[in-house]
């Protein structure tokens, strides 16, 4: 089974009636495709209806050091199997020429749309109690396309009714310096190598998948679960039990059960999190807050779950749910939850989730990823 990027992007929108009619290049579906407004004038359409933006509170823009910054890639928020081909086969130019021919056709939602769709319900709810704050989600349109590019970009978020107005068109020049600039809380993408650059200093990112069934995720609470090893918390761990074995992993987490572990690559995404939870827990709605997380992991609870626990109690993080597997498969527990994003270090547990329905995020961080990825009984992680 193929894991590129590029190959699991395709297949039905996830976000069942959404957005009917949108097309990625493949067909012949168009703005004109959607109603419009006047449709009961004579005035032939030259054009796509843009739809108003309605924003709660009134539209404003955080600054960058006080939002928490979401940075998405152009090809996990939309599907863009086709254009990736058209690239590939018949270089730049021809790209060019083809996105430009087809800047009035919308892409369809790619696996990070629903959880972009869940930020922006977060922030409806957030401007209704805070007015004024800027402390808010701020996603950021990434995408290694020429500006030529952008005309589509932009008439695609106006479709989907989506409010994204940063962007950041590099031309084919990496990403990471803006992300940067930004202040990136988390970077998703659909390359795995820029991930891998961005990990490198210091900023949370996943290489996002499509699920390979259609499963419908919340549309008022976004849902967010993490694996613990490697993800909120650093491979120490994991390095024991790929050396030494289940038992000396077991034994480790005994005789270090009141030792922290380090943080990980996406400790710093979980405590954002919690901040926004407790703005909302601050004005009576911890019972109907608007994100919900989770701890997913293959640990056992009573041989080395302290540790874990201990860890994120000590950093002052609550976790709403924690499921210690003792080895099972994350798939089915995923699917009953059915997470935005699901954050895992081994590529097949993001296999099992995908599998499920789940919306899963590779981030390629720590010991494992010297070993194959396939199927496992890993009880220690």
């Not at 932009?154 to 479709?159: D, G, H, L, S, V």
Request: charged share 25%; with cysteine.
């Amino acid at each position: 089974m193929s894991l590129d990027p590029i190959q699991v992007m395709k297949g039905p929108d996830p976000i069942p009636n959404t957005c009917p009619s949108a097309s990625n290049g493949e067909s012949k579906a168009s703005w004109e495709d959607s109603k419009d407004i006047h449709e009961n004038t004579k005035k032939p359409k030259t054009g796509p209806v843009r739809r108003a933006r309605k924003v709660e509170g009134g539209i404003f823009f955080p600054k960058p050091e006080n939002a928490v910054t979401i940075a998405v890639s152009s090809r996990v928020l939309f599907l863009t199997e086709t254009e990736q081909k058209v690239f590939e086969q018949k270089g730049v130019e021809e790209y060019l020429r083809y996105q430009v021919e087809h800047e009035n056709e919308p892409f369809a939602p790619g696996p990070a749309f629903p959880f972009v769709k869940a930020l922006e319900t977060v922030n409806a709810r957030l401007r209704e109690l805070y007015p004024d704050s800027e402390e808010l989600f701020d996603i950021v349109l990434v995408t290694y396309n020429h500006a030529h590019v952008g005309v589509r970009l932009i008439n695609t978020i106006n479709y989907h009714n989506l409010f994204i107005e940063r962007f950041c068109m590099t031309g084919g020049s990496s990403p990471i310096g803006y992300l940067k600039a930004w202040h990136t809380n988390l970077y998703l993408s659909a390359d795995a190598e820029k991930v891998q650059e961005a990990l490198a200093e210091g900023i949370a990112a996943a290489t996002m998948f499509m699920p390979e069934k259609e499963v419908e995720v919340s549309e008022t609470q976004l849902r967010v679960a993490f694996d613990g090893d490697a993800v909120l918390f650093s491979d120490e761990s994991e390095r024991i039990f790929k050396a030494h074995g289940l038992d000396k992993f077991f034994e480790h987490e005994r005789e270090n059960e009141n030792t922290l572990l380090d943080h990980g690559p996406l400790k710093g995404f979980l405590e954002v999190l919690g901040k926004l939870q407790k703005k909302f827990y601050a004005k009576g709605h911890r019972l109907d807050c608007p994100i919900r997380t989770y701890l997913v992991t293959a640990r056992s609870a009573a041989s080395s779950g302290i540790r874990a626990l201990k860890t994120l109690r000590a950093w002052g993080l609550e976790i709403d749910e924690a499921l210690f597997l003792a080895g099972a498969p994350k798939g089915p527990m995923l699917e009953k939850i059915r997470p935005h994003i699901f954050f895992d270090d081994q590529m097949f547990h993001v296999e099992g989730a995908r599998e499920m329905g789940a919306f899963a995020a590779h981030v390629p961080y720590g010991i494992a990823q010297k070993y194959p990825h396939k199927k496992s009984t890993n009880a220690g992680k």
